[in-house]
């Protein structure tokens, strides 16, 4: 419920347009090993100011965030990330491409 209810509130805001919206891709250090690493990630980092949405992929051993610009930058999210005990690489910032809607005829 609380994944459909955060892709709602991305989508919204993303529709709205009025927002500065930017993807950051990080790789976590200490890796992430198990789901308790993953939990504690989205966990603290959901209450950063201006974080929209996480995703951790233990797999490819990255942490996806949306964030809202305007709130905050990527020194602050891995200042935030340090304090959970991850340092970060920057794997890639880039601003979230939004499509605007259609134009009726």
């Known amino acids: 419920m609380k994944h459909i209810l955060l892709a709602l509130v991305t ?9 500065d919206l930017r993807v950051v891709v990080f790789t976590p250090d200490p890796i992430m090993h198990c789901e308790n690493c993953e939990t504690k990630i989205k966990g603290n980092m959901r209450f950063e100011k201006g974080v929209v949405k996480i995703e951790t992929d233990r797999e490819k051993q990255t942490v996806t965030i949306t964030y809202d610009a305007s709130k905050t930058n990527v020194e602050n999210l891995q200042a935030a990330m340090k304090k959970i ?18 134009s009726k005829k």
Do not use: Q
Not at 11 to 19: A, D, P, T, Y
């Open 11 to 19: 989508s919204l805001l993303i529709m709205v347009g009025g927002k």
């Open 85 to 102: 005990g991850r340092e970060t690489t920057v794997v890639s910032d880039k601003k979230l491409e939004t499509k605007s809607p259609k």
